[in-house]
């Protein structure tokens, strides 16, 4: 996840979408299902709370 916030902050090549695609991917390979879910939805948050501008 945090690897994703990186990107998501500071990399403008790697879109929000893939950044986030790629950390869910990542955690269900390693842990599962619902790992891939939970941090699908931390994630989402963390980027829509940016949209809004919401300090981070």
């Keep these: 996840m945090q690897l994703a916030m990186f990107e998501i902050l500071y990399i403008e090549d790697v879109p929000t979408g893939v950044a ?8 269900k390979m390693y842990d599962g299902d619902d790992t891939g ?7 989402g948050a963390f980027a829509r709370g940016l949209q809004s501008g919401e300090s981070v």
């Design 20 to 27: 986030i695609s790629e950390a869910v991917r990542i955690a």
């Design 37 to 43: 879910s939970f941090v699908n939805g931390i994630l």
